[in-house]
C-alpha cells in the first residue's frame, strides 16, 4: 500500500518544521522526514553530562515579535514558545579589555581605537570626527526608509561604510554585527539586508533565547503540526526524492519504504537536493550551474563550558580583545591550521535565561568565533584551548571554577545539518540577497526548497522561518480554489 499526502518534508530544521506546521494547520496531510534522532537541524539542543547544549551559540534577534513567533501566531498557538529577553543586565561589549553597554552609543565613543602615551591635538580631533561619522552612520542605519534599503541590497557593506568613515574602527564594529547576523565578510555582504536586520532587531528590542534551549523552537513547530494531525519520521534517511516527467511523486527512504506526494519540500540543502537526492539529469544545466556556484556562510567553532558555580549575570558579551591597529592578532596562523594569537566572538550563557538547562548552581558558557572548515580533530582541539584562553581573559571570574569543556566543531554541524558544516546556509552576500537569491520554486514542478538556502531574509532561524511563511504564500497562489 503506498502512504499518500499532501506534501511531504525532508529535513527537520527550523525551515522545514515551520512549514509543516503551516500547513498541517491548513488541513493539508504532512509528513516530515529527518534523518537525525533530535530535530531542528542547526537550532538543536542535546544533552552532555547533566547539561543541555545547543549546537552553535545562539541569540535570537527579535524573539517573538520577529518570524519564529510569527509563525506560532500563523498556527493559533502564540504562546508555544517561552523566551527570555536578553536585559537585565544589558548585553555588552568588552573592546580591548574594556567593558561597556553593547549599544550604538557605546560604540560610536570608542572611535579612534586604542593609543599608547600622550594624545596629540590631531589626534583628539580625529577622534572627535570619528565618533561623529560613526554616530552619523548608525543613526542613518536606524531611520533610513524601505525604498532606500531596497536600492542597497546589491551594494557591498564595506562599501557602505566607507561612505561615513576611512577610520577602520568603525568597519570592525559593523564587521562585529554582521558576522553576528549572517557569518558572511562585510566585502560580500549586503548592505541592504544588514540595514533592514538591524532595524528589526534594535527596534523590537526583543532579542531573547527560548526556555528549554534552542530545540524549543522547532519542537514548538512540530507539535503544531502533530496536533494539527501531520506526521514525524526521526531517524530517517532518505535515498532519493523521486520526480518522473518533469513532476515530483514521491520520497524514497534507504529503508526501502515509499511515501507519495505531488508536493515535496526540501529542507536538506538545495545543493544536496539538486546534485544528490534527485540527480543533475532532472534539471535544466543552466540551474544545475547557478546551484552549484552558490556560496555558503562561513563556518564556526564553540567552546561549551561547564562552571561549578555561577559567576557572571551577563546573558551576553560580545568580544573584540584587540584595536584595529592589532588586527593581525586576529588572523589564524599557519594557513589556517592554527589558532589566532587572540580569538574574539560571541559569548552567552544560556544558563542565565534558564537555569534548569544546568543542574542546580551550575553554570554554562558558549563562546562562538569562526574558523577554517575542514580540520582534523586535534586541529580543532587546538582551537578549542585558544578559545578558551581567550574567554578566561574576556571573563576571568571563570578562571578555577571550570568543570569541563568540549569544543564543537563545523564537523559536528555538519552531521546534524550537512552543508559542510556552514554556520546558517546560502550566504547573504550581494551576489545572493533579495532578488539574487535562490527561489524556493525550482523547475520541477511541485518540488520546493525551504530554509536558509531559498528565498526569506531575517537572520539565522529567522531567515528559515520566513522562507517557510514566503513558501506557504507561494502555495497558496499556486493551489487552485474549488
Known sequence: MINKFDALIVGGGVGGCAIGALL???????????KNNIIGGRCTTYEYEGFHIDLGVHLFGVGENGYLGDVCQMVGMPDAIKWVIARNPRPIMNYCGERKIYSRDSMSGMMGGKKEGEIKKEDSEKKKEGKEAARKFWSDCMDMPMGQIEELYYTKLSNFVSR???D???????????????????????????????QQVTRAKSSAYPIGGCI????????????????IQMNAKISKIVVEDGQAKGVELKDGSYHESDIIISNADIQNTVLNLIGEKYFPAEYVQQVKKLKYATHCMAIKVALDEIVTDQKLIMYIPVSFQEAGKLMPRKGGLEPPEKIGGMITSPTNFDPHLA?????????????????????????????MDSLLECLPEAKGHVMWY?????????????????????????????????????????????????????IGTELAANSAMELLEILEKSTPTS
Open 24 to 34: 498541517a494547520h491548513q488541513g493539508l496531510k504532512v509528513k516530515l522526514f529527518d
Open 164 to 166: 561615513y568613515s576611512k
Open 168 to 198: 577602520p574602527t568603525l568597519l570592525m564594529f559593523a564587521t562585529q554585527i554582521c558576522m553576528q547576523y549572517f557569518c558572511v565578510s562585510p566585502f560580500e555582504a549586503s548592505s541592504g539586508e544588514f540595514i533592514r536586520c538591524f
Open 216 to 231: 524549543a523552537i522547532p519542537k514548538a513547530y512540530v507539535n503544531a503540526m502533530e496536533k494539527y494531525g501531520g506526521e
Open 359 to 387: 543542574p542546580k548552581g551550575k553554570q554554562l558558557i558558549f563562546f562562538g568565533s569562526g574558523c577554517k572548515p575542514g580540520l582534523t580533530q586535534k586541529e580543532y582541539e587546538r582551537w578549542g584551548e585558544a578559545c
Open 406 to 458: 568540549r569544543t564543537d566543531t563545523p564537523t559536528l554541524v555538519d552531521q546534524y545539518a550537512g552543508e559542510g558544516g556552514n554556520i546558517i546556509g546560502v550566504g547573504q552576500t550581494v551576489k545572493q540577497i533579495h532578488e539574487r537569491r535562490p527561489s524556493q520554486i525550482t523547475p520541477i514542478k511541485g518540488l520546493y526548497i525551504v530554509g536558509a538556502e531559498a528565498g526569506g531574509h531575517g
